[in-house]
């Protein structure tokens, strides 16, 4: 039966080694609280680090960890050295992504070793999951440590249904160019089903800037890459809601918060971490206490900080900067009887949270950029009094789904004091009933219903019926190799770019490697076949790129043809006169849209916009297709739809055009065209009922089979080659 293995960083157990002592504990942080409840009632593996480095672990320990893991919590450890630490984890994770997601560009530092390990440990993850997958596995990875085991895991398990979580914000397109290896991170998550993030922000970053960075196209809701459509949604994470809403406080811990009831309190809990604003947040106190002074000795304000990296340079300066501006304040406005703060640098016991939850006025979250941010709903749930007022930034995920809470810019302080006050000041009634809306939310969209809509999704883009007629040969070439071997007379039309060769960046780049030209020398020689290369592109560089003498080239989309030792001959005369009337209109637009340009062929003119602005071509292209659709529809003209370019071209010329002329009075027994552009759709259809018209990729088409790229269409090749080698060998014996 197949299975959902789980991933992420960590695993929801730390391990700890003290005096020879091995403990297990619960790991803190939403995920794992989040995950546990699914995977215990599923028994998922969860391949993730135990917390603790290979080199304080003998062989024993390891062996008792691995045991113990796997028989009690069903997970699978990946041992990671001090190493891996601190260049995949501290390094790369922490130092380039961390900071850089959050949108501190001057955060963001960049190391080729620390690249380097995150590849290595991504790839020792992989390794732990190959261990344990089988082909029809689900695949859940999370977090932003592990953003290229996606591609790696789809590059051995194709056909794997792979969903990947990002916890933290994805930035827009202008953060991320940033990034030295966006590409790679990029075309990493790119190798999954399904990509989830908090927010809609987060997807419309996501989709800009695959479409701006790779050249992708979008859907709705997916992208086209490679071969495959991959589903981009937000699924915010809710919380165990029943958890806090039900916990009941012990009697002690009641006691003591009532102590400090004669005075409002400002509750505010986060990671040390300078994403978090703490300081930007003791400001906007100190400027509560300044612009409304009838708070002081009215208000307690409870900072807990929970400790976080505190190894790492930048978190002792960022601890040693909250202590001193705590200390100024206290200072400053402190009384005999009064401290304004009460400064925690400590993690405390859930229970102890949900007491502190309880017993506060406010919630202060105001976290400069957060991906979503579970104590903000963890406090509205623990509610249940529905009082107590959250006051969070816009800039936290979870702002969008709290929008009855009173909602601040975190580096404004005039604004987040005033918020403070709102919030204290909030009439019991309007307390209530903003609390209750907000409640049913988090009721409704709990983490059941976050994990269950997540998986739910994946399973169904995975097992989508194939949309598209076309039959797929990748997985069995042998029906086509079967008549190519029994035939007598073949003929093939191979389209060359994105068929042949990839797409490369400048044409130049795109010539012929030497395994493409042995294989088609290999295919013309075989005294059976007739080799066509069906290209768009012009005379010259056909004629460059395939000096041999028994391949028939077709060039400029059929205008074109030269047979095995003789000259071009155009196969329609041509008029051009169109192109006065039509030039000036497409070079308006190409002069308005920046990154355009025309191109002009002997029977077209075409209009690449490759480098423009997605949002614009989005806005203009339909108006400019219809401009063109009423001048054209008199003329003999046909306006084509190609990738990222829009070409008007003589109707009388295309790549079906020239069947006719190979066909005729030939007699072939196995007639084969194939394409991937809207260009080749001409070819597929002037073919007669029994060849093979193959398209390649995904996009809808004709043809009545269908291989994934440009890779599988030189696999298929080097079969025909085989075959014909076979063919040719036991004819001699
Ligand atoms: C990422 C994203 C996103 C905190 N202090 C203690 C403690 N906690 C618990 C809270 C809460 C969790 O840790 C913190 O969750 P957050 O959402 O606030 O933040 P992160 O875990 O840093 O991180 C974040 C999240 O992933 C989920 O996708 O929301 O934006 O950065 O559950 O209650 N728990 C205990 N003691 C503490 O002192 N026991």
């Not at 672990?57 to 601190?86: A, F, G, H, R």
């Not at 300078?274 to 409870?302: A, C, D, H, M, W």
């Not at 020239?658 to 066909?663: I, K, M, N, R």
Request: hydrophobic share 40%.
């Amino acid at each position: 039966m197949s299975k959902t293995i789980l991933i992420s960083n960590r695993l929801p157990v730390t391990v700890r080694k003290k005096d020879d002592q091995i403990t297990f504990h619960e790991s803190i942080g939403g995920l794992a609280t989040g995950l546990k409840g699914y995977q215990q009632k599923s028994g998922s593996p969860w391949i993730g680090w135990a917390g603790i480095a290979d080199e304080v672990l003998s062989d024993d320990d390891k062996q008792l960890i691995d045991d113990k893991l796997n028989e009690k919590w069903s997970c699978v450890p990946v041992s990671l050295t001090k190493d891996d630490l601190d260049k995949y984890y501290y390094g790369f994770s922490n130092n380039t992504i961390w900071p850089l997601f959050h949108y501190f560009l001057n955060k963001t530092h960049y190391d080729f070793r620390t690249w380097e390990a995150y590849k290595r440990v991504n790839n020792k993850f992989f390794e732990a999951v190959d261990r344990i997958m089988e082909a029809d596995d689900t695949v859940w990875i999370h977090d932003y440590q592990l953003m290229l085991l996606p591609q790696m895991i789809r590059n051995k398990y194709p056909n794997a249904k792979i969903g990947f979580f990002l916890h933290i914000p994805f930035p827009s397109y202008e953060l991320f160019r940033t990034l030295i290896w966006r590409e790679e991170i990029l075309r990493g998550l790119l190798g999954a089903d399904l990509i989830g993030f908090h927010t809609y922000d987060y997807v419309r970053h996501f989709f800009s800037t695959c479409t701006r960075l790779l050249g992708l196209n979008r859907k709705i809701h997916t992208i086209i890459y490679e071969d495959r459509e991959v589903h981009v949604d937000a699924f915010p994470m809710g919380i165990d809601y029943d958890f806090f809403a039900g916990h009941t406080t012990d009697e002690s811990q009641a006691a003591s918060f009532k102590k400090m009831s004669s005075m409002k309190t400002i509750l505010s809990i986060d990671r040390l971490d300078y994403t978090k604003g703490i300081p930007e947040k003791i400001r906007s106190f100190r400027r509560l206490l300044v612009r409304y002074p009838q708070y002081r000795e009215k208000v307690r304000f409870n900072l807990i900080v929970a400790p976080s990296r505190v190894k790492v340079d930048s978190y002792k300066r960022l601890r040693r900067q909250i202590t001193e501006l705590v200390s100024s304040v206290n200072g400053t406005y402190g009384t005999v009887d009064w401290m304004p703060i009460w400064f925690y640098f400590q993690s405390f016991p859930q229970e102890q949270l949900i007491s502190f939850y309880r017993h506060s006025d406010v919630l202060l979250v105001t976290p400069l950029r957060d991906g979503m941010n579970l104590v903000a709903k963890e406090y509205t749930a623990s509610r249940t009094d529905l009082q107590g007022m959250l006051v969070i930034s816009e800039t936290a995920g979870a702002a969008r789904e709290l929008g009855e809470a009173v909602i601040v810019n975190p580096y404004d302080y005039n604004a987040v004091a005033a918020g403070i006050k709102t919030a204290l000041e909030m009439p019991t009634e309007e307390k209530a009933a903003r609390n209750k809306i907000m409640q049913e939310r988090l009721k409704r969209y709990n983490i059941h219903f976050w994990v269950r809509t997540f998986l739910e999704t994946l399973k169904q883009v995975t097992s989508q019926p194939d949309i598209i007629a076309a039959k797929n040969l990748d997985q069995d070439h042998s029906l086509v190799v079967n008549a190519y071997r029994r035939a007598k007379k073949r003929v093939l039309f191979l389209d060359y770019d994105g068929t042949l060769v990839g797409f490369a960046q400048t044409p130049e780049l795109a010539k012929p490697d030497a395994e493409l030209r042995e294989l088609l020398r290999t295919l013309a020689e075989d005294p059976k076949n007739t080799i066509v290369i069906n290209s768009g592109r012009d005379k010259s560089s056909l004629e460059q790129w395939f000096p041999e003498s028994n391949l028939h080239l077709v060039s400029a989309h059929g205008l074109w043809v030269r047979h095995p030792n003789q000259k071009w001959k155009m196969t329609v005369p041509l008029n051009n006169e169109w192109k006065k009337a039509i030039r000036p209109i497409l070079q308006m637009n190409a002069d308005r849209m920046p990154g355009s340009f025309i191109e002009e062929k002997e029977y077209s003119l075409a209009w690449h916009y490759r480098l423009c602005e997605p949002d614009a071509i989005d806005l203009w292209l339909p108006t400019i297709k219809a401009n063109l659709m009423n001048l054209t529809s008199s003329l003999n003209l046909r306006i084509l739809q190609g990738k990222k370019v829009l070409e008007i071209k003589d109707n009388r010329v295309s790549k079906g055009s020239v069947t006719p002329l190979f066909l005729r009075g030939k007699h072939y027994d196995f007639v084969f065209g194939i394409g991937d552009d809207q260009t080749d759709e001409d070819l597929f259809a002037s073919l007669p009922k029994n060849a093979f018209s193959v398209k390649v990729g995904i996009d809808e088409t004709r043809a009545a089979y269908r291989l994934k790229s440009w890779h599988a269409v030189r696999a298929l090749l080097r079969k025909f080659a085989e075959t014909g080698k076979e063919l040719e060998a036991a004819n001699r014996l």
